[in-house]
């Protein structure tokens, strides 16, 4: 991770993503000090819904903060996948069960963002 921020720190001019929220989405404050450290990245959320989902009011207050600054990805497109998705970012529900059993062993909670955030997400 130091020779990647390394990266960023040398090419302020070019915007990267960070894909997996830059392996910091079970830190969310690490993940804020990165976005702060280095207005040239943005995150991706691709295959860590299973760790935005059990720190509800973090990971809402983070959406909210860096709104423009996250990017939506899908690893899988299936049912299940689009449904649970959704429901940790639309909604505040309580303890349910992540989409697959063998990548997450606890429960998630919704996040429920605003409709702005929701559109540029």
């Known amino acids: 991770m130091t020779e990647r921020n390394n990266v960023f720190r040398k090419h302020p001019k070019t915007q990267f993503i960070a894909a997996h929220f830059g392996w910091h989405a079970n830190d969310l ?11 040239n990245v943005t995150v991706e959320v691709g295959a860590i819904l299973y760790d935005l989902g059990r720190q509800p009011r973090a990971a809402h207050d983070f959406f909210v903060k860096y709104q423009d600054r996250n990017l939506s990805a899908r690893t899988r497109s299936n049912r299940a996948n689009i449904r649970t998705t959704g429901r940790v970012f639309e909604t505040s529900d309580d303890y349910f069960d992540y989409y697959r059993n063998y990548h997450a062993f606890w429960k998630l909670y919704g996040i429920n963002l605003p409709d702005d955030v929701l559109k540029k997400l």
């Not at 404050?29 to 207005?39: N, V």
């Open 29 to 39: 404050a690490r993940a804020a000090k990165m976005l702060d450290d280095f207005p």
